[in-house]
C-alpha cells in the first residue's frame, strides 16, 4: 500500500526506479508496474465507472427514445400512406358517381328546356290563332259597318229620288232597323 501511495505522490521516483530496475530486471519492477496498474484501475473503477454507467444508460435511454418516435412516426407514415391509398382509389369512383350525376342533370335540364319551350311554342300558337281571329273578326265587322253605312247611303239616295216622301220614310225605317239588328250580331 505505501509503495502504491509513493508511486501516486511521487511518480517521477517509481520512474526512476522503475528505469533503474529495469536495466536489471527484477521482480521489485513488477511489482511496482502492477501495483502502479492496481492503483490506475481503482481510481478509474472508483470514479469513472460511474460516470461511465450514467453515460451509457443515458445514451441508451436516448436510443430507445429516439427508436420508439421513429417507429411511431413509421407507423403514421404507413397509416397516412394506407389512407392515401384508400382515399385515392375512392376518388375514382367519386369521380365517376360526379360525372354519372352531371349527365343526369343535364338530361333532366335540357329535357326541361324542350318541354319549356314547347309549351311556349303552343301558347304563342294558341295566341296567334285568337288574335287571327279577332283581327278576322274586327275587319268583318268594319266592313259590314262600311257595307251598311254605303247601302244605306245608296238606298237614300235611290229611294229619294224614285219614291213619294211617305213610302220613302216608311222603306228607309225598316232597312234601318233589319241594319241595326245585322250589325248587333
Do not use: C
Not at 411511431?72 to 376518388?91: K, Y
Not at 262600311?146 to 213619294?164: P, V
Amino acid at each position: 500500500m505505501a509503495a502504491a501511495l509513493a508511486a501516486v505522490l511521487a511518480p517521477s521516483a517509481a520512474m526512476a526506479a522503475g528505469e533503474a530496475a529495469e536495466s536489471q530486471g527484477s521482480w521489485l519492477t513488477l511489482l511496482f508496474f502492477a501495483a502502479n496498474f492496481l492503483v490506475f484501475a481503482f481510481i478509474l473503477g472508483r470514479f469513472a465507472t460511474p460516470q461511465a454507467r450514467k453515460y451509457f444508460a443515458d445514451r441508451a435511454v436516448s436510443i430507445r427514445t429516439g427508436l420508439s418516435r421513429a417507429e411511431g412516426a413509421l407507423a403514421e407514415a404507413q397509416e397516412l400512406a394506407s389512407r392515401a391509398v384508400a382515399r385515392m382509389a375512392t376518388i375514382e369512383q367519386d369521380l365517376a358517381q360526379l360525372a354519372s350525376e352531371l349527365d343526369a342533370e343535364t338530361a333532366y335540364q335540357a329535357g326541361r328546356m324542350v318541354e319549356s319551350a314547347r309549351a311556349a311554342a303552343q301558347r304563342i300558337a294558341k295566341d296567334t290563332e285568337l288574335g287571327a281571329a279577332a283581327m278576322a273578326d274586327a275587319a268583318q265587322r268594319r266592313v259590314r259597318q262600311r257595307l251598311a253605312a254605303t247601302a244605306a247611303a245608296l238606298a237614300r239616295d235611290l229611294i229619294g229620288r224614285h219614291f213619294e216622301a211617305h213610302d220613302q220614310g216608311r222603306l228607309v225605317d225598316g232597312f234601318m232597323e233589319r241594319l241595326g239588328r245585322e250589325v248587333q250580331r
